[in-house]
């Protein structure tokens, strides 16, 4: 069964460092998507990507948080400047159509821990 | 706001016995439900999703139920098994947009 992959499963990193996420997601799907999970709490929307075009943000993501799909492939997070609270799981998804028509298809995660 | 809330952080049951999950929904302008279960460690995985045009959609041992009229969403595993153990998620979306918006999740705990 097609499944998204992600990498690192977990980064530690010091405030302030650069921390890049790396996403594969499914061949034939279309829409991409992250989103991340502090620990204990719900998993939150962060954005959506789609002809190389962001569609959707929320407020989380500021202009701290930057996303790329470089080679057609993979789908990256980029945060610029780590802050302790950014400590979370982040999770890449992907679709063939939007999230409010079709079904998110999630990855594992990636563990990130801010010290 | 909008939000998804559930009402049960934990729900133990016994191996063989039904479960039922509930989740309240606020937005009347959601049109898509969908139920995620998350094991410990992995990401979400999808069990059964639920337009706003439906009341109730059957799955393999899983039912969703939609009820528009309290903004309440369910959903019932048929004869749990130990592997359902795992932390069960609501979130909707609404008509046209790209996010979903999850719930906060409810533990099911299976004994044997």
Known sequence: ?115 | GESVGLHLPTLSVQEGDNSIINCAYSNSASDYFIWYKQESGKGPQFIIDIRSNMDKRQGQRVTVLLNKTVKHLSLQIAATQPGDSAVYFCAEALHNTDKLIFGTGTRLQVFP
């Open chain 1, 1 to 115: 069964e097609p499944e998204v992959t992600q990498t690192p499963s977990h980064q530690v990193t010091q405030m302030g460092q650069e921390v890049i996420l790396r996403c594969v997601p499914i061949s034939n799907h279309l829409y991409f998507y992250w989103y991340r999970q502090i620990l204990g709490q719900k998993v939150e929307f962060l954005v959506s990507f789609y002809n190389n075009e962001i569609s959707e943000k929320s407020e989380i993501f500021d202009d701290q948080f930057s996303v790329e799909r470089p080679d057609g492939s993979n789908f990256t997070l980029k945060i610029r400047s780590t802050k302790l609270e950014d400590s979370a799981m982040y999770f890449c998804a992907s679709s063939e159509s939007y999230s409010g028509a079709n079904v998110l298809t999630f990855g594992a995660g990636s563990r990130l821990t801010v010290l």
